[in-house]
């Protein structure tokens, strides 16, 4: 009788032990689904901005167009970096936010352009100024309310006009976070913009670096139909000749020095390109030379129809 009592009571404890372990994976499975769901909902992207976007390659940021009139002096935009919802200031990050926010002046082949007296005409919120065509600071959005930090940028002048503003900001301390980025394009809002011409930026860092360069590549761009001037110092370079073939064989003119040359070139009609890259070749032995880049970009001129 005793041993069967015994029996009775280790089945009724094994039964407990099985109720016990039951009871502690339904509230663990229960636990677990909980965790998931917070897990989803916290990952929302809670770094956001009005005007940059997500992006996975800093070499690939999508482009943002920037249309100011045409007689305007100074042009203002600003860009906000928020750690809320942008149509939803109620879902923001209880923690801080810690970022890095970066400003590069490039030119279209995306080079960072370092003359300063085309990044000088850039201000950001109306103190700070680019160092060799970049800026960059350590931002900060408080933890437990919906916080934004806006940079206001205002461009002066027209020599800004043909290079793009790249602008970066990207969390350090929160990795759930994608970085946000755009290529802003700046623009006028007409279709009366002269045509102008400057060396790409790459020639005048490759001068820098001490770099000879037997080739020389200079883009001329703009919107209005008109008749603008190219000249060169035939002593130093020389035009390449494919170009002046797609332009139609215009009539090169060589001045009293002898080595000045000229060509009108008739640009902006409908449906014609709105930029050239022109290659000039250098006519001599560039290694013989030590050359500087102010005495370098002497040697090629553009004029439009307003400035003749």
Known sequence: M???????????FLIAVVAIIAYSLAAYTSLSSAKRVVTVRGSEQLFTSDVLVQYDSASKLSTKVKSFGKDDTTRTFSVTISNHLQNDTTKFDKNQISYDFKVELVDAGGNVVTD????NNITI????????????????????????KTYTFVLTGNEI??????ITAEPTNRSQYKPLGRL????????????????????KSAVANSEKLGLLNYRISGHVEENCVLSWDSSKVEIDKWFLEQMGKPAVSTAK????KSVTLHLGAAGTPQQYTIQFYRTYAV???????????????FTNSKEE
């Open 257 to 260: 020095d002898g080595k000045t």
């Open 161 to 166: 006009l043909p290079y793009q503003i790249k």
């Open 2 to 12: 005793k041993k069967r009592t015994k029996l009775i009571a280790v089945y009724l």
């Open 116 to 119: 300063e007296n085309i990044y």
């Open 287 to 301: 290694n013989d030379l030590n050359e500087d880049w102010n005495t370098i970009k002497e040697y090629i001129h």
């Open 184 to 203: 802003i394009v700046l623009t006028t809002d007409t279709t009366e913009t002269h045509w102008t011409g400057s060396f790409l930026e790459t020639e």
């Open 125 to 148: 919120n109306n103190t700070i100024q680019l160092k060799n065509g970049v800026y960059t600071e350590s931002g900060t959005l408080a933890a437990g309310t919906a916080q934004d």
